[in-house]
């Protein structure tokens, strides 16, 4: 026994240091199993208050970008509820169904921190669950696709950016309607891989690429990007398109998480199918 | 001592700050992310306890863990500096200078001995962080021309800072 006390005591500088290597390599490893490992991360109360004293601060620099941006959406809403009146106008029987809660309601949220230059990237936002953010809520901006929740405190919450190898949504081509995957290619801020579109289907390049509608994270037609270039790798049946993502992510002020009324619903139902 | 706490506080305080909200937010691209925050286990004296040392090397690595969501990531390589820091210490200090236990720094090292320290010790940490933050051996010369770009990057600020410091 006092053999072994000797031994550890000799020896601590090594057996800490193994100690302590262990204990990160399990956090990694727990991270890359999806499994949240709450207390390390930025959602954390301290760390998200931080960065939001920061981000107050960055905003001033960019006011009249963020403005520019602002009224550009408002015009396309615009456009979209002139072409809905004139519809109503037109058939005056089409009412849309007011008893029917709307499927997907959109909160809007400030972004605080936004890595773009890691191999997975992360976006934190200034809305946490006591604002009823919750898990799998999609992330929006004006622009387009942005990425999903996945930690959330009272007030604060931290997500996925579309910018993370571990992500993947499936998109589709707006002008065939075929569903593929798209991830980020890890290479640039602004390109990703659609993948699964089959050989027979004709690709241009300058083809809208928006959301399929099949995950129950985000509704169906957000825009993600256009085709810049596709190829047919040897061996596969299947094409290598890149994706030119609408998103500037560098610049990315707010955002708007998506949340799906009939998600649990949806959930419970497919859920069913898999038990039988 | 207790003045000695106080500055080592301090240079912790700034450092993660200094790595957080600036240099994390470098975008030139996705290939430089420079990485300073070392210097914190690099400056600390010669004679530290080799518990106290790991400790610290974990303290910031974690530190900065929190802030950029990659746990584990940076704990483990700053602990693996924080581990070969005594041998690093012992190749370009003589045993003198080690046992009165001075704060390793330009001056007491010499700027050639201390240029070689820098390096080495950026080389090495850089190379477990960027490998563990790809973890995995695909696409293995993006991780290489990542960790040669961001090292010449960190060893030129670290340099840099010194020589702004030392020269006032």
Known sequence: ?276 | MIKDFWKYVIMFVVLVLIQVLVLNNIQISGFINPYIYILFILLLPFNIQGYFLLGLSFLIGITIDIFGNTPGIHAGASVLLGFIRPGLANLISSRELIEKGTTPNMIQLGFANFIKYVIIAVLIHHLVLFFAETFSLSDILETILRWILSSFFSILIILGSQFIIFKN
């Open chain 1, 1 to 276: 026994m006092r053999s072994l006390f000797r031994f550890l005591l000799r020896n601590y500088f090594v057996l800490m240091f193994v100690a302590l290597e262990a204990f990160s390599f399990s956090l990694l490893v727990s991270y890359n199993n999806y499994q949240r490992v709450t207390f390390i991360n930025s959602t954390n109360n301290f760390v998200g208050t931080i960065y939001e004293r920061l981000s107050h601060l960055d905003d001033y620099f960019s006011l009249s970008k963020t403005n520019a941006k602002l009224a550009a959406e408002n015009a396309a809403l615009r456009t979209q509820l002139q072409r809905r009146i004139m519809l109503q106008d037109r058939n005056p029987l089409m009412r849309p169904d007011t008893v029917d809660a709307p499927a997907y309601i959109f909160t809007a949220a400030k972004v605080i921190s936004n890595s773009v230059n890691k191999q997975f990237n992360y976006i934190t936002i200034n809305k946490g669950y006591r604002q009823g953010i919750k898990q799998d809520m999609g992330i929006v901006s004006s622009e387009g696709v942005v990425g999903v929740i996945t930690n959330v405190s009272p007030n604060y919450a931290t997500g996925l950016s579309l910018l993370n190898k571990r992500f993947s949504i499936p998109a589709k081509i707006t002008k065939n309607n075929y569903t593929g995957n798209l991830a980020w290619d890890g290479e640039h801020t602004n390109t990703a891989d659609l993948k699964e579109i089959p050989f027979h289907i004709t690709v241009n390049v300058g083809d809208t690429v928006v959301t399929s509608g099949l995950s129950s994270i985000f509704p169906e037609g957000i825009m993600i990007g256009t085709i810049t270039k596709w190829d047919q790798a040897d061996g596969t049946n299947f094409y290598n398109i890149k994706v030119e993502l609408s998103t500037n992510f560098r610049t990315l002020k707010y955002v708007e998480i998506v949340k799906n009324t009939k998600q649990d619903e949806l959930k419970k139902l497919e859920s069913n199918n898999v038990g039988e």
